[in-house]
């Protein structure tokens, strides 16, 4: 009964996280709409799940279910370089974000245009600001927590 009870744990805790990953999907669709709108930001920019770089994989990356976090940026023109990489270190300075991105799976973040085959990619781990240490927790001198 223990080997049921643990598979049916791990088919729940499957459900769960591919419901958080399309909850912020859906988050972010609304609030990039609404920015747009607004007149916060020039270009309608649409999030969607999309096959990440495996040379990004981290221990909680969700390879079958899609690690890379696409955001296209509709223009109507080919963006330039400099454009791509404004989204792009727009995104990856909100660190709240960047951790969940994480956390639910995700390893790439992808920003492409509407128009042009042009694009950018970040390893979203190199931007999770952990401490020097790696653990998180301060340390005495002697290295005693």
């Known amino acids: 009964m223990a080997i049921i ?7 729940i805790e499957w459900f769960e996280d591919r419901q958080s990953r399309t909850k912020l999907v859906r988050s972010f669709n609304s609030s990039a709409k ?4 607004q007149g916060v930001v020039p ?6 799940i999309v096959k990440g ?3 990004y994989r981290h221990m909680f990356s969700k390879v ?7 955001i296209k940026a509709y223009a109507g023109c ?3 370089k400099k454009d791509i990489m404004t989204i792009g270190a727009t995104i990856l300075a909100n660190d709240v974000l960047v951790r969940r991105l994480v956390v639910l799976g995700w390893d790439t973040l992808q920003v492409h245009c509407d128009v042009g085959n042009y694009g950018c990619q970040w390893q979203l781990h190199d931007y999770i600001q952990i401490e020097q240490n790696g653990t998180g927790f ?5 290295g005693q927590y």
């Open 64 to 70: 079958f279910d899609g690690s890379g976090f696409r």
């Open 43 to 48: 270009v309608m920019m649409e999030a969607s």
């Open 53 to 55: 770089d495996p040379r």
């Open 5 to 11: 009870a643990n598979i049916w744990n791990r088919i």
């Open 78 to 80: 080919q963006l330039s």
């Open 138 to 142: 301060t340390t005495d001198d002697d």
């Open 34 to 37: 609404e920015a747009f709108v």
